[in-house]
């Protein structure tokens, strides 16, 4: 692991930028991000259901929703008594995390709702021990996962839409700090203390600047002073001028995917319900991506150089629903064959194919004369067209998890792979597939 011994970080964007990421989290390629706060008991809409209600121009159906299922006296803050996570079992969830195959895992703390899932002394009684589930959500994984593979993070909304001591900040033209100061980033310095955590993911920053949020002050500290100065990775989402500039790897907007190779580290921060990152309780099961889409999105991502993180919406009553057990789950069964091309790989020298569509290309770190070729559809008449191979420097090609021989031929400037019929019990995995190829 990259370590920062010795080196003393000052708080402005030139010195925390030029500090090393850590590592572990290029080699951990995915990550599990879990959205979970209040907005799961209405879960309607998205978790955004409390702006789109309150806001100055409200959003209709969230308006109706409203009017016809609760009194008129109800308040978002009446939705925190229904928040009971009563089926909470976070020996299931670290089950379900160490089974998908995931390296790090990113918790939510507090959502732009102000509602903490711990123990905050800076949100008396809007917080998860106070008042709804009545015990810290935070703690049990955090405790759970140390020691495992999986490293811990946590994501963090610095504002809040209703928070009187925001709103005044804001009205001011951000010329005050007393949210930052008494509520938004002390919560951050205390989230580090108590839970060490190896990933900060920061969000709900860009109406103001990273001035306002003190961010580089803040990035000083855990890069210099904190318990986790060693290990930590942070995102871009620090102010709305540092957004896809500063910080330490770059998720620029939800769902980033750029499509080419990029001058920084980047993570596409995904979901597998289209419309929300929160439950909802009216999902259909068109709204899901299909495991060959979320494989395809996880080839194109890690393919140019990104990290993907997939995100689960809990329940209000503390479970994953059913849909999103089952993608982690086969995510993991198809990591168990794949995993030795996605951890600890880099972009090849190209990363998708030139002839044939939907192929994805990866390089493992520890050994220079491998390639991994991904692809998604499984070829007519079992041969794979490989347009960027060389046949000229290649020395064998063997398809991963399989035992069965492959040859493969010149084409053109690259090669035809042929693969031997496989039946549905010898097939490796069921969806994508890799070709190792060695080099001379």
Same mark, same amino acid.
């Given at each position: 692991?990259?370590?920062?011994?010795?080196v003393?970080?000052?708080?402005?964007?030139?010195s925390?930028?030029?500090?090393?990421?850590?590592?572990?989290?290029?080699?951990a390629?995915?990550?599990m991000?879990?959205n979970?706060g209040?907005y799961?008991?209405?879960?309607?809409?998205?978790?955004?259901?409390?702006?789109?209600?309150?806001?100055?121009?409200?959003?209709q159906?969230?308006?109706?929703?409203?009017?016809?299922?609760?009194?008129?006296?109800?308040?978002y803050?009446?939705?925190?008594?229904?928040?009971k996570?009563?089926?909470?079992?976070p020996?299931? #969830?670290?089950?379900?995390?160490?089974?998908?195959?995931?390296?790090?895992?990113?918790?939510?703390?507090?959502h732009?709702e102000?509602?903490?899932?711990y123990?905050?002394?800076?949100?008396?009684?809007?917080?998860?021990?106070?008042?709804?589930p009545?015990?810290?959500?935070?703690k049990?994984i955090?405790?759970l996962?140390?020691?495992?593979?999986?490293h811990?993070?946590?994501?963090?909304s610095l504002?809040e839409?209703?928070?009187p001591?925001?709103?005044?900040?804001?009205?001011?033209?951000?010329?005050?700090?007393?949210?930052?100061?008494?509520?938004?980033?002390a919560?951050?310095?205390?989230?580090?203390?108590?839970?060490?955590?190896?990933v900060i993911?920061?969000?709900?920053d #860009?109406?103001?600047?990273?001035?306002?949020w003190?961010?580089t002050?803040?990035l000083?500290?855990?890069y210099?002073?904190s318990?986790?100065?060693?290990?930590?990775?942070? @995102?871009d989402?620090?102010g709305?001028?540092?957004?896809?500039?500063?910080?330490?790897?770059?998720?620029?907007?939800?769902?980033f995917?750029?499509?080419?190779?990029?001058k920084?580290?980047?993570e596409?921060a995904?979901?597998l319900?289209?419309?929300?990152?929160?439950?909802?309780?009216?999902?259909?099961?068109?709204?899901?991506l299909?495991?060959?889409?979320?494989?395809?999105?996880l080839?194109?991502?890690i393919?140019?150089g990104g990290?993907?993180?997939?995100?689960?919406?809990?329940?209000?009553?503390?479970?994953?629903?059913?849909?999103?057990?089952?993608?982690?789950?086969q995510?993991?069964?198809?990591?168990?064959?794949?995993?030795?091309?996605?951890?600890?790989?880099?972009?090849w020298v190209?990363?998708?194919?030139t002839?044939?569509?939907?192929?994805?290309?990866?390089?493992p770190?520890?050994?220079?004369?491998?390639?991994?070729?991904f692809?998604?559809?499984?070829?007519? @008449?079992?041969?794979?067209?490989?347009?960027?191979?060389s046949?000229?420097?290649?020395?064998?090609v063997?398809?991963?998890g399989?035992?069965k021989?492959?040859t #493969?031929?010149?084409?053109?400037s690259?090669?035809?792979?042929?693969?031997p019929p496989?039946?549905i019990?010898?097939?490796?995995?069921?969806w994508?597939?890799?070709?190792?190829?060695?080099?001379k």
């Open positions: 692991m990259k370590t920062c011994l010795g003393k970080y000052e708080p402005n964007w030139n925390v930028d030029s500090r090393p990421l850590p590592a572990w989290y290029d080699d390629k995915i990550g991000f879990i979970w209040v799961s008991v209405p879960s309607y809409y998205s978790e955004w259901f409390w702006y789109w209600w309150k806001t100055a121009k409200p959003n159906g969230i308006v109706k929703f409203m009017e016809q299922y609760y009194p008129p006296t109800f308040t803050a009446d939705f925190a008594a229904e928040f996570a009563e089926f909470y079992d020996l299931k #969830w670290v089950d379900i995390i160490e089974k998908s195959g995931v390296k790090y895992v990113v918790l939510s703390t507090k732009h102000g509602f903490t899932m123990p905050s002394k800076y949100s008396f009684n809007w917080n998860s021990v106070d008042v709804g009545k015990k810290d959500l935070i049990y955090y405790a996962l140390a020691g495992s593979d999986v811990f993070g946590i994501y963090h504002f839409w209703f928070n001591l925001y709103l005044q900040d804001k009205a001011n033209n951000y010329t005050t700090q007393r949210f930052v100061k008494e509520k938004g980033m919560e951050l310095y205390e989230i580090v203390d108590m839970y060490r955590p190896d993911w920061s969000d709900g #860009w109406e103001a600047l990273s001035s306002y003190n961010a002050h803040f000083a500290w855990l210099n002073d318990p986790v100065k060693d290990s930590v990775v942070v @995102n989402r620090w709305s001028d540092a957004t896809c500039k500063h910080g330490g790897f770059l998720t620029c907007q939800d769902k995917n750029p499509g080419k190779l990029q920084r580290k980047w596409n995904m979901t319900d289209r419309k929300s990152w929160g439950f909802r309780r009216d999902a259909s099961f068109d709204d899901f299909s495991m060959e889409e979320l494989i395809e999105t080839l194109k991502t393919s140019y990290n993907i993180l997939i995100n689960v919406g809990p329940t209000s009553y503390g479970t994953f629903p059913p849909i999103y057990e089952e993608r982690f789950r995510l993991g069964s198809w990591l168990k064959v794949n995993g030795e091309g996605i951890y600890a790989t880099q972009p190209h990363q998708n194919d002839v044939t569509p939907k192929v994805w290309y990866t390089a770190k520890a050994d220079k004369k491998a390639a991994y070729a692809f998604v559809d499984w070829p007519d @008449n079992n041969e794979l067209v490989l347009g960027a191979v046949g000229s420097s290649l020395s064998g063997a398809l991963v399989s035992n021989t492959l #493969w031929e010149t084409s053109g690259g090669i035809k792979v042929t693969i496989h039946n019990k010898e097939m490796p995995c069921l994508a597939w890799a070709v190792k190829l060695t080099f």
